[in-house]
């Protein structure tokens, strides 16, 4: 059994690496292959420079199953190079906000600099980590997160934390990676492997039940696991707290 500070410790050099590469200019990867935003999903008015497109560190699309409005505030639990949020922030407008909150100094730095570089203003990044949000109660419309809780050890205080922070009536869309059968100890125990999202990732049903256990309802997947000799793969959640 590894301790839960040695995997933090390991999965933020492993970021804070790819965030400097990323502000170095120089290309880097993490996980298993990213989904593309759909072309559908986006419009001219979405459009953003190749690289901050580049710079996604997911394993899904989020945005698309979170039916974000204008004026809502939306987190993103672990957003990296911010991509996410600020396809958020198009569609929350100016009179809604993104707030991103990410444990590694690096990337906040990268989805900083990746901000004033669109001038994007209703975005802020905060440091902080997914088992503590440095987020007010019952005070988010939306919740995204791409390719993140897998790599926290504690995914029973994510969940709670993620609840916590919601509106009464507020939702949820998550992309993660997830397994179909448990992962074995040794698996689980290489720190090189969980930093890249996999063995971090827990069984879909384990995750679902976390999800219920937390206090949400309505948690549902979306898409996923559709190839059945995978046995890792990405998946689409959507959820809500009761309203
Ligand atoms: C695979 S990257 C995904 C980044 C982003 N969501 C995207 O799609 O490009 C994972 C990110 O989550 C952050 N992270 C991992 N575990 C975290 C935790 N427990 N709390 C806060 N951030 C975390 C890492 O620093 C990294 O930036």
């Not at 949020?85 to 444990?103: E, L, P």
């Not at 980590?129 to 995914?155: F, G, Q, R, Y």
């Not at 999202?197 to 256990?213: F, T, V």
Request: aromatic content about 4%.
């Amino acid at each position: 059994m590894v301790d839960d500070t040695r995997i933090k410790a390991h999965v933020r050099a492993r970021y804070a690496g790819i965030a400097r590469q990323k502000l170095a200019g120089k290309p880097s990867s993490c996980c298993a292959p990213s989904d593309v935003i759909p072309a559908d999903l986006l419009t001219t008015k979405d459009a953003l420079p190749d690289d901050i497109v580049n710079a996604s560190l997911g394993c899904g699309t989020p945005l698309e199953i979170a039916r974000v409005q204008p004026g809502e505030t939306v987190l993103d639990l672990g957003s990296g190079g911010g991509l996410d949020c600020f396809y958020a922030a198009k569609r929350v407008g100016a009179s809604g906000r993104v707030i991103g909150v990410d444990m590694t100094p690096e990337m906040l730095a990268l989805a900083r600099a990746n901000a004033q570089k669109i001038g994007a203003t209703n975005v802020e990044f905060r440091h902080g980590e997914l088992e503590n949000l440095p987020v007010d109660d019952n005070s988010v419309d939306v919740i995204i997160s791409n390719c993140v809780v897998n790599l926290a050890p504690d995914k029973d205080r994510v969940f709670h934390e993620a609840f916590r922070v919601l509106k009464p009536g507020g939702r949820a869309a998550i992309s993660d990676i997830v397994t179909r059968v448990p992962l074995p100890e040794i698996l689980r125990a290489n720190m090189t492997s969980w930093a890249s999202c996999i063995s971090g990732a827990i069984m879909e049903r384990a995750y679902i039940e976390k999800m219920r256990a937390a206090g949400f309802v309505g948690v549902e997947k979306i898409a996923g696991g559709e190839n059945r000799l995978a046995p890792v793969y990405s998946a689409k959640f959507i959820a809500r707290k009761p309203g």
